[in-house]
């Protein structure tokens, strides 16, 4: 699912600004067109494929506050009054009092993995273990929602536009889709722990976009591309300068479960036709872009983005096996989604990147659809 298009950034911002990759120099600008790998979801496609890498097993987690990661009981956004949380992340849901019978809780379960058992790729004897295992690994490779207040220099807004960018430059390098979660995860945790200036906020981005594409990719970009992308504000030793601290910074732990990821393994439960793809893809890249949904866990932002993606085209919110296998029930999927759209409508319209991707027909067109918020 790569995303890129060029804008001209706020001045303010300084270097983290980039008008001029409109064209290539000299014509001796090699991009590399890459087949996306099995086990990827491309929202141009409308298979959904199950394998994601695994994460390893002597991994040392970053600890974070769970306090800090969960939606703030007194916020709006709060995913309401349904009882405390477990471990897990998940909300103990008070069904004496809440519960009401509908069609998640009696249809029927559909096992999604029976059709893929002789697909070696798609590791079905413990893919659902998988899955387990990155539901509480997200607690700890998430960010708190208040690192901005340990910024000087840089806030949100310089944040958004920045992701924006990166989101630009990912379609035009044809990237695939985990190394845009991973590289926007990088920055947030290392922004987290460093303090960072104005002009050195763009070199911390790119040089999170090539850690990334080195992990994910086959052919990662160049680094006379990264370069030549950020108009020559940085060199290319600076850039190497910068992984190296990054890295250190973050004790070299790279890997995460990212909303996509969760996200491919939701639309296999929920049986995704493409519309339903190209929705959830367009409804979750665009969450990369809010500092405020850094509330909620990525599992969280993914089943709000099928929620709304299957209410818009009209059929049910949630099902039985989506209950089953996204362990999250519909009321506890709504408060979310909620958020979400919030922040869509409130984004500002100078940044288009998202937008501008997923109006393109080769992604179904889905920005001109009408996203429908009665719930």
Known sequence: ??????????????????????????????????RIPAGRLSSDNTAVMPAVRQQPHDMNPVHVSRNAVMPRQNSSNAIGNYGPQNRSGRFVYDQSTQHQLSYQHSGQVDNIDERDRDDPLCVTDYVQDMYEHFREREIHTSVRPIYMEGQQHINERMRSILVDWLVEVHLKFKLVPETL?????????YLEKREVSRPKLQLVGVTSLLIASKYEEIYPPELRDLVYICDRAYSKQEILDMEEVILKTLEYQITIPSAHAFLVRYLKAAHADKKIVQLSCYILDGTLQSYNLLHYLP??????AVFIARRVVGRNSWSPTLLQYA???EEEVIPVARAVLAEKASTSPELR??????????????ANTVIVSDF
């Open 1 to 34: 699912m790569p995303v890129f298009c060029l804008f001209r950034l706020l001045n303010f911002l300084q270097d983290v600004t980039n008008s001029t990759i409109v064209s290539e120099k000299n014509g001796n600008k090699p991009l590399v067109e890459k």
């Open 181 to 189: 979660y991973l590289t926007i995860n990088l920055i947030d945790r």
């Open 299 to 304: 599992s969280q932002l993914a089943a709000a």
């Open 327 to 329: 362990g999250y029930c």
């Open 353 to 366: 990147a998202v937008n501008k991707k997923y109006t393109s027909s080769r992604y179904g067109g889905v």
